[in-house]
């Protein structure tokens, strides 16, 4: 192959993943950690799970992501699972869930499957990760920015799986009474 094809492969190549990316704000999971969202998902607000194809992978456990198309996570461990054949109840925290249509977050809290999406947690809620994303355990629609603060009367405490953070009230705001506040 000659030097100059090789090169314009490359080329396009680098431009092909670019595109991704370019014009895309990084938005934040936790504190510190940036991403792109058209390439992971931000799960418990502090993991990142990747978008591979169009498919959505699910954290289970502490350090494993999943594509629901090939596993299942029952009480944070990872089960075999066909989409195409018939497959058992799974057990989540004692409670039985159908790994075709629905999904066990952290072990403990369901979210539906539709249309091939898993929907993920934000806070107590599930959300549609192709339709919206989760910052500071708030909601936002995708292709709008990520909020920096807690606005007015949402909860000035985040907590997780692993802990409770206290992200910043917005500007004139002040943590009271476990809810952000007007002075």
Known sequence: ???????????????????LVVGEDLANCGFGVQYYPSQYTCQDDNFLCPIIGGDYYLRCGDDTCYSTKQYSCATKTLQPFSPTGTNPLQNCSGSPFDPSTTVCISGFQFCSIVNGIPFIRCGDECYDPSKQRCALGLLYAVGTRAPTCIPEFGPDEYCNYYGCELPPCCPGLFGSGGKCRAF
């Open 1 to 19: 192959m000659s030097r100059l094809l090789q090169i314009s492969i490359a080329f396009t190549s680098l431009l092909a993943c670019s595109t």
